[in-house]
Structures are given as structure tokens and as C-alpha cells.
Nanobody, 125 residues
Framework: QVQLVESGGGLVQAGGSLRLSCAASGRTFIPYGMGWFRQAPGKEREFVAA????????YYADSVKGRFTISRDNAKNTVYLQMNSLKPEDTAVYYC??????????????????WGQGTQVTVSS
């Protein structure tokens, strides 16, 4: 079993930055890819960013492209989400997830096999 634990959330003013971390533990961890999703109150969980574990291809939602950067440290079994130029509309609970495989479906929540518990990000105006 794989456990994912997010950290780094908090309260920040608009225009500020936060760096989220997601540490994986459990069985030998070699996912195909990792993703970040977010869910605001009353809204569905939405895709934010994803990366393949080997090769490091990255993908972003249009709403965060140019502001957010996903990266990973394979040796530490950790994936990061650097968030810059934050906006109030970025306020949400952020979740990391791991997928054993995907076929161009990295934007879909059902692609992912493991999920973290989430970390709150609040951006004040």
C-alpha cells in the first residue's frame, strides 16, 4: 500500500507563493505519474498539474500554466508544486495523487490509484 502525505499549505496574500510537497511511503514506490488536483468549496475536484515519474514530462491546467511548476525528487519519493503569483481563485484543498499508469488521461481523477489527505491553500485578496 502507498501512502501520500501533503504539506506546505497555508494562508498567503494574492501575488504570493507557496510550495506544496507530497511525500510517498509504503511499498516500493514507482508510479507511472503523479498529479496535483484541487477542490474548492462547492466545486468538483479539478486537475492542476501532473508529471511522469521517469522522464519528467509535465502537464498543466491552463489556469495555472506559467504560474505553477510541478517537479519531483525520485530519490526522496517526493513531488512538489511550486505556486507563484497566487490568486484568490486558487483557494482550495490541494491533493496529490499517484497513478500506476495512464494513457493520456492524467487530467482525470479516476486515473489515479492513490490519494493524499489534502492540504488547504487560502489566498487572500
Amino acid at each position: 500500500q502507498v501512502q501520500l502525505v501533503e504539506s506546505g499549505g497555508g494562508l498567503v496574500q494574492a501575488g504570493g507563493s507557496l510550495r506544496l510537497s507530497c511525500a510517498a511511503s509504503g511499498r516500493t514506490f514507482i508510479p507511472y505519474g503523479m498529479g496535483w488536483f484541487r477542490q474548492a468549496p462547492g466545486k468538483e475536484r479539478e486537475f492542476v498539474a501532473a508529471t511522469t515519474w521517469s522522464g519528467g514530462r509535465t502537464y498543466y491546467a491552463d489556469s495555472v500554466k506559467g504560474r505553477f511548476t510541478i517537479s519531483r525528487d525520485n530519490a526522496k519519493n517526493t513531488v512538489y508544486l511550486q505556486m507563484n503569483s497566487l490568486k484568490p481563485e486558487d483557494t482550495a484543498v490541494y491533493y496529490c495523487a499517484a497513478a500506476d499508469s495512464w494513457s493520456g488521461t492524467y487530467r482525470l481523477t479516476e486515473t489515479y490509484n492513490y490519494w493524499g489527505q489534502g492540504t488547504q491553500v487560502t489566498v487572500s485578496s
